[in-house]
């Protein structure tokens, strides 16, 4: 039971030190993520004093601990006839819902932006509440027209994103198992690359005077600003088609239709496309939902698009920025909306863990 | 998993189909021997859009931030990037990439965590699900607008501390400044991590915990010896993904501050505008720099990963 002096100070010293060095890990970092760049040497040299005092302080706790311990059980009799008292307390500490108060201040954070933009975007005109913004948005032509542009560039973007990934997947699935990694690599290109890297790129690559000249002509460009897109859209598409190709039996559905006497095509179109639908349109909904607000491609491709009307309404006006935020997020949720509602609709049974 | 494949492709092989094409087995490429023409079609467009558009720019930008106007090999550019202004816009963006991906990543978990394993109503946890595909998604411009209605300088929750009593722009806080990106940025940071840790969760088995308490196991040291450890590898993936999607991300900054905040992708877009530095060979240098730390911290991951994995077997 009792144990000696060195070992209370060793169990003591491995303890603090631990506490210790993961407080310098949060001291270090928190000291390093909020200052500037020129503030770093200064902030170092506070670095180096707090592990100073934190390990003066574990020196002098271990040496102490001993004594501490002694103390402790010295006056054990007094805090066994103390104990009765707080420990309700602490029952009470941990019957707190826990899970209930992280959810409700989550939940906080993430309603009060919302509602503090709707009562803004209400309040167009002095004293009263009023849809005014939202019909000064809506009667705007120029809404009317980079809303519908960025609708039709998001359809074309599910369209040629369709045709490229869903052969893609199915081949690698059925014949081409090698090329996985260098597919799965690929699709994973536009999260590690950032966007605006790559339209700085394609503005170098397709300008006039070299050899697939697209930032030449209007049309060109739309088609780049498309093609963007679907790079965005690439891990999303991707990921979706081949969860759908998972769920049925891409092997005895193409054997079947083989047998049958389809061809390549056929099969591709008749047979596979229509039992991976679901996943399939789960993938555009979400590519839609990142293409139709997006800012920085359109507007460096100088596109008139949803995005940069947004960005220039934001510069310009004081209400009507609250009411488009409102608009996005609506749409946002209805096409997050769609793909839970397909979700139910996708094949349950079947289902391969592979 | 490409075992299963690999038994379907052989399967395959042996079936007598009509199509066999008249030549047969043409195949330029050794490490698909045996595949027809038509197969091999359709991966063509992919790969083809793959070095197009991802490759080839990335590579572009790449060579181009080691030439001068001239074409010839220059370090000048890359010496560029360490001026003051430029040093200052890539530090505020790793902070507030790191800032946000890290409490987003603490965050996140703890929401997972609670709405997961904390026994709260089931329409809680899909509701929760829902809302963090639509909140992860709500980045960009609409996210902007968002939090300057609420804590910018007229926002709600601004005029309604004021009238409480506390100036909170006084009191030093602003919108256009580290903490005021760093939670904006949360918005859409935390929703993600829950979207993709929420799975990971779920993998920790019921039986691990039944198991930890037959033992004599805390919750604590459930969580300390099994449950972490687990999520572990996850955890930092997800780290990594949060940086490079913090980092990259252009709208929420420019809408919220304009040229106010040095960010790098501000500097990197004004500069594709030409409103400022006019310098094409520096602006490759910048994409560069943005393109080694971001792979950087995907570098970690994937190191880590595949140590997890190993284990994991």
Known sequence: MTR??????????????????????????????????????????????????????????????????????????????????????????????????????????????????????????????????????????????????????????????????????????????????????????????????????????????????????????????????????????????????????????????????????????????????????????????????????????????????????????????????????????????????????????????? | MSNNDANTASLMARVPGPVQPGPGRFSPLGFIAGIRPTELLAVVPFILFAVLFLIAPTFYVVVSAFLDRAGNFTLANIAGLFSEQIRASFWISIRVSATSAILGAILGLLIALAILRGRLPSWIRSTVMTFSGVASNFAGIPLAFAFLATVGRLGLITVLLKFLGLDIYRGGFNLLSFWGLTLTYLYFQIPLMILIIAPAIDGLKKEWSEAASTLGASTWQFWRYVGLPVLWPNLLGTLSLLFANAFGAVATAYALTGMSINMVTIQLYAQIRGDALGDPGLGAALALGMIVITAFANVIYLVVRARAERWLK
Do not use: C
Not at chain 1, 24 to 31: G, H, K, M, N, S
Not at chain 1, 172 to 199: D, H, M, N, Q, S
């Open chain 1, 4 to 354: 000696s002096p060195t070992a209370i100070m060793a169990s003591t010293f491995r303890l603090t030190l631990g506490l210790a060095v993961a407080l310098l890990v949060v001291d270090a970092l928190f000291r390093l993520l909020t200052s500037n760049l020129d503030a770093i040497p200064g902030q170092l040299s506070a670095l180096l004093w707090d592990i100073a005092y934190v390990g003066i302080a574990a020196v002098a706790l271990s040496i102490l601990s001993p004594l501490l311990t002694a103390a402790w059980q010295a006056l054990q009799p007094t805090a066994q006839s103390l104990w009765a008292a707080p420990l309700p307390i602490r029952r009470g500490f941990s019957r707190i819902p826990w899970p209930w108060v992280v959810f409700l201040i989550g939940a906080a954070y993430f309603i009060i932006p919302l509602a503090a933009t709707v009562d803004f975007s209400l309040k167009i005109r002095r004293g009263t509440y009023s849809l005014d913004a939202y019909t000064s948005v809506f009667s705007d032509p120029r809404f009317q027209a980079t809303f519908t542009y960025s609708l039709l560039v998001g359809l074309a973007t599910i369209v040629v994103g369709i045709l490229i990934v869903v052969p893609a997947a199915y081949i690698v699935r059925l014949r081409l198992p090698g090329l996985r990694p260098f597919i799965e690599f690929v699709t994973l290109l536009p999260l590690i690359i950032p966007a605006i890297v790559l339209v700085f790129g394609y503005i170098r690559l397709f300008n006039t005077s070299s050899v697939l000249p697209l930032t030449g002509s209007a049309i060109g460009t739309n088609l780049l600003l498309i093609l963007a897109y679907v790079a965005l859209a690439l891990p999303y598409m991707y990921r979706a088609v081949d969860t759908g190709l998972r769920t049925i039996d891409v092997g005895t559905l193409t054997e079947a239709a083989t047998i049958l006497g389809a061809n390549q095509f056929t099969i591709l179109a008749r047979v596979i496309f229509p039992n991976i639908i679901v996943a399939v349109l789960s993938g555009a909904f979400l590519s839609l939902a990142i293409v139709i607000g997006e800012f920085t491609i359109a507007s460096l491709l100088n596109r008139p698009a949803f995005g940069p009307y947004m960005q220039n309404i934001g510069a310009n006006r004081a209400y009507e920025p609250a009411a488009l935020s409102i608009i996005s997020f609506v749409f946002t949720w209805l096409a997050m909306g769609m793909i839970q509602l397909l979700a139910r609709f996708a094949p349950k049974t079947s289902a391969r863990t592979d």
